[in-house]
Each structure stands twice: as structure tokens, then as C-alpha cells.
């Protein structure tokens, strides 16, 4: 009775905070990549529901290692998940925003023209495990060259990669649109683009086991929101690349630069086909060394996803500017 009553005496605005739920997911880096999430917060998508999110920059190896301990309710390295869960992880993916990694390889040496030069050199990730060792890795393999026959060192997030490529601390990096545009006058070489050349379930959302089983509401509250962010950054453009600009705090023309080589790479609606993600587990297998699987569905799940897009579109929802 005394619950009951003190809860009859909360105002109405107490009585929302009350409800709230509260969210902690991770994004890699500050980046287009991630406008959605950012969207979804600045237009207040989250609040309407009743979540309020923490968000946590951390590279996709730190970000699965707190999704699997219960820190991280959502982690948007999906990509970097997937390997985990190759090991065993209680993981899934359950939305993919973009199926190509939006990388230039970049080296810091004029003499380190191709990847074959980069046999035996150091190239900056931001985590040792996250996408952009993936995708160096994937990149490697695709031209028969040894993965392991590199040292793959963390440099940490966009700025600081940049940092480390221009001081000679690494050899090469892999960078982002709003990285590579504020080189000036590089000393090195462009020695791929796997924005080009790969194809995986790369940014997105991985959720626990758990947690999908035992709060989907939950989750589907937060991947609808994420989802709305995403149709709102899509339609549109200059509102968006000014919530980038609070984000990233970079001058807008990177801004600009990083929306407009993000937009092309987005999944049509969240998810990612059978092929390619047949072909993301069998090399993912053969780079940790476990056997292929058998069933890809044990590891991604968009039916939540797809059920969310129907939704929306069944009782017409559009973004506002």
C-alpha cells in the first residue's frame, strides 16, 4: 500500500521519468557511419519511447567484450560481433545499416606504393579485432597475400589514426571519408579501398542472446527508433550534416564529405542477403580458425527489422524535418 500510495502522489512528469528505460550502446567512431544512431537521439525518437540512451565510443573488440559481459545492451559493431560469435558468443545480429566498410588504405611512406609492401609493416586500427583490422585482413586475402604477415597495431579512433599515420608510428591505416579529406598533401599512397572491394554485415546492431530473449520489447523499441534516425538521415540531408557537425566537431565540409560516401553504402532496408552472408561466415571462419557453419541463422536474425519496416510503412510514418 505505501508503494501504491507513493506513486499516486508522483506528477506526471515524475511518473515518465520513473518510467524510463535506460539503454548503454557503443559506437566505433564519430562518423556518418553512424547518423542514424545519432538521429535517433537529436530528434528525440528515444525520449518519445521512454529509453534513455548512453552512447560509448569503443572499437568494436572492446564493444563485443562489454555486449558479452552485460555492459552494453546494443553495440553497434556488428561486424566485429560476428567473430565472437564464430567463438562461441551468445550473440546476434539483428540489423545491418551498411554491408560495405567505408575504408581507404592508406599508406605513410612514398615507398609503400601496393599492399604487397605492406608485408612485415604496421598498420593502425582502432582495436585490435574491429572492423578495420577485418577489413585490412579481408582485403589482404582477397590479393593472396598473408593476413598475419602484418602487425596490426591500436592507435585508437579517426583523428588519432591520422595522427599516427602522419607521425610514422605505423606504416598505413585505414580511413574514413572525413579522414582522408583532411589529408593535406599525403606522403603516402592510396593502396585500397575496401568501400570497393569488400562486402560483410558491417555496421549495424548486435544485441545479446539473452537480452533478445528475455526483453524483446526492449530491443524492438531501440531498433525502431534506430530505424526512424535512418529514414530521417536519408530524406534529409542538411539537417543531418549539421547533427554530424555536433558530433564529430569537424568543419562541415568533411561533414559534407562523410554524409555524401555514406548514403550509396546503406543496406536498403536493414538487412543483408544470403550470399553475402553466407560468404562473410566462411571467411570470417577461416580468419579465426574455426570450422564454416552450417546455418547462418544461428548468427543474424532481421526479422525484427523487417517487421519494423512493414509497420512503418503501414501506418504511413515519415520523418519530420
Given at each position: 500500500m ?7 502522489t ?8 520513473a ?6 550502446f557503443?559506437?566505433a ?6 547518423m542514424d ?12 519511447e ?5 552512447m560509448?565510443r ?13 555492459d552494453?545492451?546494443f ?17 546476434k545480429?539483428?540489423y545491418?545499416?551498411?554491408?560495405r566498410p567505408?575504408y ?9 606504393k601496393?599492399?604487397?609492401?605492406l ?8 582495436s ?7 577489413s585490412?585482413?579481408?582485403l ?11 602487425a596490426?597495431?591500436p592507435?585508437?579512433f ?9 607521425a ?6 585505414p580511413l574514413?571519408a572525413g579522414?582522408?579529406?583532411q589529408?593535406k598533401?599525403?606522403?603516402?599512397h592510396?593502396?585500397?579501398?575496401t ?5 560483410f554485415a558491417?555496421?549495424?546492431l ?8 528475455r526483453?524483446?520489447?526492449?530491443v524492438e ?12 538521415a ?11 557537425g ?11 564529405v562523410?554524409y555524401?560516401s ?9 538487412s ?8 562473410d561466415?566462411?571467411?570470417r571462419?577461416?580468419?579465426v ?9 544461428k ?15 503501414t501506418?504511413g ?5
Amino acid at each position: 500500500m505505501l508503494g501504491a500510495a507513493f506513486i499516486s502522489t508522483l506528477s506526471a512528469p515524475q511518473l515518465v521519468r520513473a518510467a524510463e528505460e535506460k539503454v548503454r550502446f557503443s559506437v566505433a567512431a564519430v562518423t556518418g557511419s553512424y547518423m542514424d544512431e545519432f538521429v535517433a537521439i537529436e530528434k528525440g525518437y528515444h525520449r518519445d519511447e521512454g529509453l534513455t540512451v548512453e552512447m560509448i565510443r569503443a572499437g568494436g573488440g572492446i564493444a563485443t567484450q562489454a555486449l558479452m559481459a552485460g555492459d552494453l545492451q546494443f553495440s553497434t559493431s556488428a561486424g566485429s560481433a560476428l567473430s565472437a560469435m564464430l567463438r562461441g558468443a551468445e550473440i546476434k545480429v539483428i540489423y545491418t545499416n551498411i554491408d560495405r566498410p567505408g575504408y581507404q588504405l592508406w599508406s605513410g611512406h612514398g615507398e609503400i606504393k601496393r599492399l604487397k609492401d605492406l608485408v612485415g609493416k604496421r598498420v593502425g586500427v582502432t582495436s585490435r579485432g574491429d572492423t578495420q583490422e577485418l577489413s585490412v585482413r579481408l582485403l589482404l586475402r582477397k590479393y593472396g597475400i598473408n593476413a598475419n604477415s602484418v602487425a596490426y597495431v591500436p592507435v585508437g579512433f579517426g583523428a588519432q589514426r591520422l595522427a599516427a599515420l602522419q607521425a610514422g608510428s605505423v606504416d598505413a591505416v585505414p580511413l574514413g571519408a572525413g579522414d582522408f579529406a583532411q589529408l593535406k598533401q599525403p606522403k603516402g599512397h592510396m593502396l585500397g579501398d575496401t568501400e570497393k572491394e569488400i562486402r560483410f554485415a558491417y555496421v549495424g546492431l548486435a544485441v545479446s542472446s539473452r537480452l533478445l530473449a528475455r526483453q524483446p520489447n526492449l530491443v524492438e523499441k531501440f531498433l525502431r527508433n534506430v530505424i526512424k534516425g535512418r529514414e530521417y538521415a536519408k530524406r534529409y540531408r542538411e539537417q543531418t550534416i549539421s547533427i554530424l557537425g555536433k558530433y564529430t566537431q569537424r568543419k562541415r565540409e568533411f561533414n559534407e564529405v562523410d554524409y555524401d560516401s555514406t548514403l550509396p553504402v546503406l543496406t536498403p532496408d536493414g538487412s543483408v542477403g544470403d550470399e553475402i552472408l553466407k560468404e562473410d561466415l566462411a571467411m570470417r571462419a577461416e580468419l579465426v580458425g574455426v570450422p564454416v557453419p552450417s546455418d547462418y541463422n544461428k548468427f543474424f536474425d532481421y526479422s525484427m527489422v523487417k517487421n519494423i519496416y512493414r509497420d512503418l510503412q503501414t501506418t504511413g510514418w515519415k520523418p519530420m524535418p
